[in-house]
Every structure is written in C-alpha cells, then in structure tokens.
C-alpha cells in the first residue's frame, strides 16, 4: 500500500458526459500527479499540482482540467468523453524538491482508476 | 524534450534463468532515470533510480541497472528470475526539477516455470 487513495476504483460513463476522478495524496505530500495509461497512448503525464498550484503540464487535453484543494486531495475532471478517453488513470505524489540530485523525492503510485466510456 | 525506448514489448524468460529488459531515452540536458514494475491490477512501484554517481545502481527485489551515458541507455538486469517477477516493466526519464515523467511504453516480463 502506497498511501496514496483513488477513488473511484471503476467508473464506466458514455461518451458526452463529465466525470471527476478523486485522490488522496498520502499525509505530507505536497505534489500530485496525474497519468493516464492507455493501449495505444501507454503510460503519460497529464499534470502535477504542488500546494494547490499547477506545476507543470504534460499531455493534458482541453476538455480535461484538475485542481488541488487546501486539503491537498486533488480531483481530475474529464468533460465531453470519448470512447479513446478510456483508460487507467493514475495519481501519484510526493514531497516536492527544489530540483537536483540532492532534493529527489520519490513519486509514490495510487493503485488508479479505470474508466470505461461506452 | 526527453523520450524513452523500450525495444522489448514482451520478453519471456523460464524461472532462475537471467533476463535483461532494454531501455534508450533520447534527452538534450541531463536526465535522471528510472524503473517501475507494475503488478496486475496494481499501480507502479519504483524499482531503482538512477540520479547521479556510480553507473551500477542496485534496486529492490535483487534487480540493478547501469546506465551507460555514451549509449544513451539504461537496461535492467536480474541474475536469476522468479515466477513472482512476472509483471510489466516501465522505464521512465525525469527532467532535473522532476516535474515530468516521460515513460516508456513497458515490457512485460513473462516467468515461465
């Protein structure tokens, strides 16, 4: 166990509709990160947050946004689905550094969500 | 910008024989690397790391990596394989701020009694 919370497990929606994935970075951990892992795309980055602010963007498409709370749990909303939207969305965190060698922190996994649009 | 090769997209491997899963990343700065496994149904878990210092780094469940910088790669080593290594492989290129993850697109490890 990662200590690091998603929910839901499964989610299975149609295509058009808006869903929003939760997670639960474990106690201290001040980023979070987003990946989606599909058959053809395999495992990418979507977006980091880090003490509620977004960080640092990757493959992240326009219909999908995401925010961190004060709490520090984070949400990643997906809007106007497609049947390519269906995959394994994972969350990670860690505590973050200031860069280099010296500051690495670890990235610690969620076990994800599968969402299946039909 | 950072990619990652991962040549291997399956490799099976009877059990106690060794086994090497292959990875190249293209990168114009210094990257640091990485192994993640990934169980059925499960989220990854980091293996080993390689961020600076000796090339030769040495992971949890007996794996170990050498990056090698002339080559540009990064392969994974285990001298004697377990039934309980078969999972998918992920290896993964950070830049220096360890704000992006780049990933490969995985080898999956097939232990065969």
């Known amino acids: 166990d990662s200590g690091v919370t998603q929910t839901p497990k499964h989610l299975i929606t149609a295509t058009g509709q808006r869903v929003t994935l939760r997670c639960s970075p474990r106690?201290?951990?001040?980023?979070v990160y987003w990946y989606q892992q599909s058959l053809d795309q395999g495992l990418q980055f979507l977006i980091q947050?880090?003490?509620?602010?977004?960080?640092a963007k990757g493959n992240i498409l326009e219909r999908f946004s995401a925010q961190q709370f004060p709490d520090l749990h984070s949400e990643l909303n997906l809007s106007s689905l497609e049947l390519g939207d269906s995959a394994l969305y994972f969350c990670?965190?860690?505590?973050?550094?200031?860069?280099?060698?010296?500051?690495?922190?670890?990235?610690?996994f969620g076990p994800g969500t599968r969402l299946t649009v039909l | 910008a950072q990619s990652v090769t991962q040549l291997d997209s399956q490799v099976p491997v009877f059990e106690e024989a060794p086994v090497e899963l292959r990875c190249n990343y293209s990168?114009?700065?210094?990257?640091?690397l990485f192994w993640y496994v990934q169980y059925p149904n499960q989220g990854l878990q980091l293996l080993l790391k390689?961020?600076?210092?000796?090339?030769l780094v040495k992971g949890i469940n007996g794996f170990e990596a050498e990056f090698n910088k002339s080559q540009t790669s990064f392969h994974l080593r285990k001298p004697s394989v377990h039934i309980s290594d078969t999972a998918e492989y992920f290896c993964?290129?950070?830049?220096?701020?360890?704000?992006?993850?780049?990933f490969g697109s995985g080898t999956k490890l097939n232990v065969k009694p």
């Open positions: 993964a290129v950070s830049s220096y701020n360890f704000n992006k993850f780049y």
């Open positions: 990168s114009s700065v210094s990257v640091y």
């Open positions: 947050y880090y003490n509620g602010e977004e960080r």
């Open positions: 106690s201290g951990d001040l980023s």
């Open positions: 390689y961020l600076s210092g000796s090339t």
């Open positions: 990670a965190s860690s505590v973050e550094g200031l860069g280099g060698a010296s500051s690495y922190n670890e990235q610690f």
